[in-house]
């Protein structure tokens, strides 16, 4: 059974840093694609970052890019979001989600079609 648990979140001011995790059990396939999404209120979904086959490429949204950062600790069966320089518009809620998939691009586009797992997020406040 696959879960996927986030932590991490919480309130910061802008121009703060935060860690997210994401520890994947029963969850660990050649072709796996594990992506954080993020949603605020009144707005829809959004990719942020994913990382497809244990590392072997990565991808961040151009929100995000130079950032955010995406990482995998394949031991550890955990995915991480790394985020600098927060901003206001960052505020929203932040989900784990997992899928497999033999094409990469999908992975990087957050094609969500490929995302057959989710966690049940953790809250991102960001405060100017």
């Known amino acids: 059974q696959v879960q996927l648990v986030e932590s991490g979140g919480g309130s910061v001011q802008a121009g703060g840093s935060l860690r997210l995790s994401c520890a994947a059990s029963?969850?660990?396939?050649?072709?796996?694609?594990i992506a954080w999404f993020r949603q605020a209120p009144g707005k829809e979904r959004e990719g942020v970052a994913s990382?497809?086959?244990?590392?072997?490429?990565?991808a961040h949204a151009d929100s995000v890019q130079g950032r955010f950062t995406i990482s995998q600790d394949n031991a550890r069966n955990t995915v991480y979001l790394q985020m600098n320089s927060l901003k206001p518009e960052d505020t929203a809620m932040y989900y784990c989600?997992?899928?497999?998939?033999?094409?990469?691009?999908?992975?990087?586009?957050?094609?969500?079609?490929?995302?057959?797992?989710w966690g049940h997020g953790t809250q991102v406040t960001v405060s100017s």
């Open positions: 989600a997992a899928g497999r998939t033999r094409n990469g691009g999908t992975c990087n586009a957050f094609n969500p079609k490929i995302f057959d797992y």
């Open positions: 990382v497809y086959n244990g590392g072997a490429n990565w």
């Open positions: 029963g969850f660990n396939d050649r072709n796996s694609c």
